[in-house]
Every structure is written in structure tokens, then in C-alpha cells.
């Protein structure tokens, strides 16, 4: 009975938004989990025609708008992520004789179905109406004369068919009658620019300075209109080089703040900030670009994908090394590709990145360059950054007992970056690698004593996805005959039968340890 929210548009026409050079983007029609398509550009405004720029309450209006004009296209459940029929078009229903629980704290059960899952368990014994058809009736529907609901309501009790009359006549008023489920203000189209971006300013952020992605990227478009367009293209082009099911998730908050770094400027990604330098960001868009665009390649060669990438901010002091004028060549006997590595495991296993992030990035952009802004190293090494002090007492160091640490963790994210620089051989850049057990987890599972170790990272090794599906339970000590060739480099030297599990894991653990000491040069 009442509205659910509260929007303001800037009302004008096609004339005043080519006249202000204004860009206005239409609502999405529809959301495609698999294609992820932005909001797109309303091309040569017709200049009578009247527009409304929604200044708050986008993400409502929009969500109201796929719930009645529109639809979700959203993958099944287990089905692959890069098979287009995973994808299945999901319509807004409410179920018109849904009764709110002491559980739950809605009054109407709402839903988005596709048309294959209307005989699932959970959707049977319910009367789905489809939300946004009530805008194309006339009068409120009559359920028991329209084809499609007249079999299910005439099954109903009195007093089921009751409240779905009830319900649907709510439905019907509210979107067709009362037509106020957005409380609405309107901005005069004569406001200036200026004054809009204020009023979203407070209207946002209760009167303090506001410092969010889509006011900053408004900001950036006014003064620099290709900014959308370049910014949208780079994230496609990068995020889409972690591969169709494995997609990096970088966003223009990302870039945005990184555009800053480069520059030697905060990232706190204030308005001062970014608008002091958008004219210096869009003439040097082009090295930007590649920076940002050669870091993943250095990502994929370090084995990274959107599913084990966990600090995207511990990727921004390789952009800025990059766009320094940094090698990534092998020179005196340095690889920095291998220097990446080392850092993002370090970043990454000890979190520099979590708390206080901006203080950290700064820290290490400090200790890369000189007083004149130049890069100390061409060639990057992790020692450069031994001696940077982050806030908590944190820093790139690793010892001992960190490294001890490391062998408690469990199959996952971070065992799979260690072990990254454990077989330096495997092509993981461009192959698919799986965690292998190397004493099979679904034995292990079968010894009490062993269970709760099973996933620990001494019995793990790379290998690739199809010679791992091919080993999948085989004894280690039948696997080790059979493949004499492939002998593990850190295969201790003690018994492989699975009742010696303790011993194993120790001796390896103390293999694998020994190597990684020596690959970060952990000075003991």
C-alpha cells in the first residue's frame, strides 16, 4: 500500500541533452549472466522527446524495470559456464497464494522462473502470475476465466481463491491504478551540470564528499566524453582473457583508482583528485592502456584466473612498474616474471592488501621509485620491497615459521599459488592445471586418522586437468609405477603406501619447504 522506494529524475529533452553534451545510457531490457552487456547509449536523442536522467535511485528503477518490462537470463544449476543453452530466460512471478512464515520476512513471494521450472518440487502447489502481464490488462483479471490459471484456481480452497483474488486486485491497482510504487521527484531541465552533480552529492552521501565509482565516472565522462567507451572496451578486452569460465572481474573502480597511481597521485579516489588530472589521464590513455594490458599477461603466466586471483589490488604496483618503463625480459639472470610471482604469493598468502590497502599501495609505489619519480630497478626484484613497513606491523618478509604456516592450508586458492612456484615448468599460462592429490582424497576419506590431512598441501601436486582426471583414484604407489617418467620432484624417500600417510606428508612437507626457501631466498 505504500512506495517502495523514493527515485529523482532530471527532466529534459533531446535538444538540452546535445546542447549540455550530454551521454544518457537506456535501461537494461534484460540481464545475460553469460554476456554481462552494459547499459547502452541513446544514439541522437530526438530533440523534441522527452528524456529523464535517473540521479537517484538507479538501481531500483532498474530492478523494477527487469521485474516488469524484462527478464534475467541466468545459468542452471551445475550446468557449464560456457555452454549458451546453461542459459535459461527467468521471468518475474508472484505467487498469488503465497502466505508470509513466522520464518520469513516477506509479505509476497516473488520469483524469477523460467518456463522449465514450473514443475520443479518447490514451484508446485503455487499460482504463479507473470508480474509484468498485469500491465496489459484493462480491468483486474478474472483468474478463473483466463486459459492459463483457470485449471490451477478452480483446484484451490474458497479460501485460497480468496487471497489470490485479493492479491492479484492489490497487483492490479498498484501498477495500473494507483501507479505510485516510486515515489517521484523531478529536476527541471534548465538545472546546470554543475548544480545535478551536487544534488546527486548529497543526495548520495548525506551531505558529505562523496567519492563512488559512478559519480567519479560521471565526473570523468563530462570533461573527457571517450572515457566511457575507452574505459568499457579495456575491461572487456582484459577480463576476457582469463578465458569464457574463467573471466577476471577487474571494474572502472579498478581502473580509475589505478589511472591515479600511475600519476603519483592518491587512490582514494577523491573528486579534487580526479578532476585535477583527467586532461593528463586522456592524454596519456594510450600507455595507460598497454600497462594495464601487458599486466595480464604476466597474470596468466603466473597461473591467475578470476577463480584464484584474490587481491586485485596486489596487481596495481605491477601496472605501475610496467608503466614505468620496467622490463619484463630476463637480464642477468633475473627474471622478473618470476619476481611477479614471488611478490603476488607473498601479497596474496600474508594479505598486504586487505587492511589499509591505499597506505600499502602507496608504501610500495614509495619504494620502487627515486625522489625524481623514476623507477630504482628496471628490473624488477622482490627484494626491493623487503624493508617497506605497512600499517599492523606488516611486510614482505617471510621466515620460517611463515612458511610452516603455509603447509596447514587446505586445497584451494592459496596452495594452488604455492605450488605455482613448486613445478615452474607446469605451462600453466596456457593449460588447464588441477590441484592433484597425490595420495587419493577419496581413500583418505576412508581412514579416520588421515581424513581431517587429506587436503593439506604436502599431498598436493599440478597437473594437467586431463592426467589428473586419469589418475583419479589410483594408489600413489600403483600411480608411481605406472608413470616412472613423471616422477614427482618432491616425492620423499620413504613408503608410498597410503598406511604410511603420516610419514609422507612430513617428508615431502620438508621437500617442498626446503624449495620454497630457496626459490625466496628466505634467509634463515
Request: hydrophobic share 35%.
Amino acid at each position: 500500500n505504500y512506495p517502495i522506494g523514493h527515485i529523482m529524475l532530471w527532466q529534459l529533452n533531446g535538444k538540452s541533452i546535445k546542447d549540455k553534451g550530454l551521454d544518457f545510457y537506456q535501461l537494461l531490457s534484460h540481464y545475460d549472466e553469460m554476456i554481462q552487456e552494459y547499459n547502452k547509449k541513446v544514439e541522437n536523442p530526438s530533440p523534441e522527446k522527452t528524456f529523464y536522467g535517473i540521479l537517484d535511485g538507479q538501481q531500483r528503477t532498474q530492478a523494477l524495470f527487469l521485474g516488469l518490462r524484462g527478464y534475467l537470463k541466468l545459468k542452471i544449476y551445475r550446468a557449464r559456464k560456457d555452454n549458451v543453452s546453461s542459459y535459461k530466460e527467468k521471468y518475474l512471478y508472484i505467487n498469488l497464494i503465497g502466505k508470509p512464515t513466522i520464518d520469513e520476512d516477506y509479505n509476497y513471494e516473488f520469483k524469477f522462473i523460467a518456463d522449465e521450472e514450473f514443475n520443479n518440487e518447490e514451484n508446485k502447489d503455487k499460482l504463479w502470475f507473470k508480474v509484468g502481464s498485469i500491465l496489459t490488462y484493462k480491468n483486474v483479471p478474472n483468474l478463473e476465466n483466463i486459459e492459463e490459471y483457470k485449471a490451477m484456481f478452480n483446484t484451490l480452497t474458497k479460501s485460497n481463491q480468496k487471497l489470490a483474488r485479493n492479491n492479484i486486485s492489490k497487483l492490479y491497482q498498484q501498477f495500473c491504478v494507483n501507479k505510485q510504487v516510486l515515489k517521484i521527484d523531478n529536476i527541471p531541465g534548465n538545472t546546470t551540470y554543475d548544480d545535478i552533480l551536487n544534488i546527486f552529492v548529497r543526495t548520495n552521501s548525506g551531505g558529505t564528499v562523496l567519492s563512488k565509482t559512478d559519480l567519479l565516472f560521471s565526473t570523468v565522462v563530462e570533461i573527457w566524453p571517450e572515457a566511457r567507451k575507452n574505459i568499457e572496451d579495456l575491461l572487456d578486452t582484459i577480463n576476457n582473457k582469463g578465458g569464457q569460465s574463467y573471466k577476471f572481474k577487474f571494474t572502472k573502480d579498478f581502473i580509475m583508482r589505478t589511472m591515479l597511481y600511475l600519476l603519483d597521485e592518491p587512490v582514494t579516489l577523491k573528486v579534487k583528485d580526479l578532476k585535477a588530472n583527467i586532461n593528463t589521464m586522456k592524454q596519456k590513455w594510450d600507455k595507460i592502456k598497454k600497462a594495464i594490458e601487458d599486466v595480464i599477461e604476466i597474470l596468466r603466466y603466473c597461473g591467475y584466473r578470476s577463480d584464484n586471483l584474490t587481491s586485485y589490488n596486489a596487481v596495481m604496483p605491477i601496472i605501475y612498474y610496467l608503466y614505468k618503463g620496467g622490463k619484463t625480459n630476463e637480464q642477468n639472470g633475473n627474471n622478473p616474471k618470476e619476481e611477479f610471482k614471488k611478490y603476488l604469493i607473498i601479497s596474496q598468502m600474508k594479505k598486504l592488501y586487505g587492511v589499509a590497502s591505499n597506505s600499502t599501495l602507496t608504501s610500495v609505489r614509495t619504494a620502487l621509485i627515486d625522489e625524481k619519480q623514476k623507477l630504482k630497478n628496471k628490473s624488477f626484484n622482490l627484494n626491493d620491497l623487503k624493508n617497506v613497513s605497512i600499517v599492523g606491523e606488516r611486510n614482505f618478509v617471510i621466515n620460517d615459521e611463515i612458511v610452516d604456516s603455509w603447509f596447514k592450508e587446505n586445497k584451494g586458492d592459496y596452495t594452488f599459488m604455492i605450488l605455482s612456484i613448486l613445478y615452474p615448468c607446469a605451462n600453466i599460462a596456457s593449460s588447464v592445471y588441477h590441484q592433484d592429490h597425490m595420495h587419493p582424497e577419496s581413500k583418505l576419506l576412508k581412514i579416520a586418522k588421515f581424513k581431517d590431512n587429506r587436503n593439506k598441501l604436502a599431498n598436493l601436486q599440478l597437473l594437467p586437468g586431463e592426467e589428473n582426471e586419469s589418475k583419479n583414484a589410483t594408489d600413489l604407489e600403483e600411480w608411481v609405477k605406472q608413470h616412472p617418467e613423471e616422477k614427482d620432484s618432491y616425492l620423499p624417500d620413504c613408503s608410498l603406501s597410503i598406511n604410511n600417510y603420516d610419514e609422507f606428508l612430513e617428508k615431502r612437507k620438508e621437500l617442498m619447504k626446503a624449495k620454497i626457501i630457496e626459490i625466496l631466498e628466505i634467509d634463515n
